[in-house]
C-alpha cells in the first residue's frame, strides 16, 4: 500500500524551484531523501506537510488528500522537521503534556521508552538541549503515537555514531511493523545500513529514485591517470581530484571501455558527490 504519494509537485520561488516532484513510499518501506544544501530536500519535505504551500501537483496519503482529511491523516503520520524552534523556553515535560493531546493514539509507555532509549531529562527546557538531543526529542514525540508515516528532515545530524546506530535500528524494527518512513540525509553511510530506497534531487528536480542496490549498481568508478585516454571523457559523469590525479564516475555498461585495473564500485556517498561535481 502506498503510505505517501507524491506527482508533479511544483514551488516556485525568486531563485529556486521544485520542477514536478514525484516519487512514493510504500508501507514498510524506509526511502532516503537525498541532495545536497538547497537542492530542494527541506522544501519538499515541507511541501508534503502543507507547511509549505505548494503552487501545483498532488499529495496524498494513504490515498487521501489533506483537503478535507487533513485531521485524520495528521493523526497517521509523526514528523520531525529540521529548524523547528518552537518552545524554546518550556520544559520537555510541559511540551509534551500540551502535545499529546492532539494524539488520541499517545502513548506514555512509548514515549517513556523513548525517553529512555535517548536518554532525555524531562526536566530540562528546549533550549538547554544540544542540537543532537533537539532530534531525539522531536523523534520521540514523532515515534510515541503510533505514527504508520514518519517524515523526517535530518534526524541522525548532530547524533553521536551509537545514537545514529541506536536510531537506524529502530527505523528497521518500525519498517518491520509496517511503518513507512521517509527521511533526508546528508550521512549516506546511514541510508546504505537501513533504507531500502533512495530519491535523489538536484537543483530542485528528481534525477533518480530507485532501490538502492539498482541506483549503485549503475555506476562504476575509474581512476584517472596519464594512461587514461582523452576520447574518454564523454563517458564521466562527475570528476573529482585525489592526491595520486583524479577519479571519475560512469555508467557501469561504458566500465569495458578502461582497463579493469582502474574500475571500482563506488559507494552511495562518492556517487553523489561524483554527480554535483562535474568538473576538476
Known sequence: MESLKIKNLCKKYEKFSLKNV?????????RGFIGRNGAGKTTTLKSILNLVHPDSGEISFFGQTFAGNEKEIKQRIGYAVGGTSYYQNKAI????KITKMFYKNWSDEQYNHYLSVFSLDENKKLSELSEGMKVKFHLAVALSHGAELLILDEPTSGLDPVSREELLEIFLSLAEKGVAI?????????LEKCADSITYIKSGEIIATDDIKSFTDNYRLVEINEKTKKSDNDCYLGMCKTKDGATALIY?????????????????????????????
Do not use: C
Not at 22 to 30: K, R, T
Not at 182 to 190: A, E, R
Not at 265 to 275: A, D, N, S
Open 252 to 280: 557501469a555498461k561504458d566500465a569495458d571501455k578502461f582497463d579493469k585495473k582502474l574500475i571500482g564500485k563506488p559507494t552511495l556517498e562518492t556517487i553523489m558527490v561524483h554527480l554535483e561535481k562535474e568538473e576538476i
Open 182 to 190: 521517509l527521511f533526508s540525509t546528508h550521512i549516506t553511510s546511514d
Open 22 to 30: 514525484s516519487f512514493s513510499v510504500q508501507s514498510g518501506e524506509i
Open 93 to 96: 515535560k510541559d511540551i509534551v
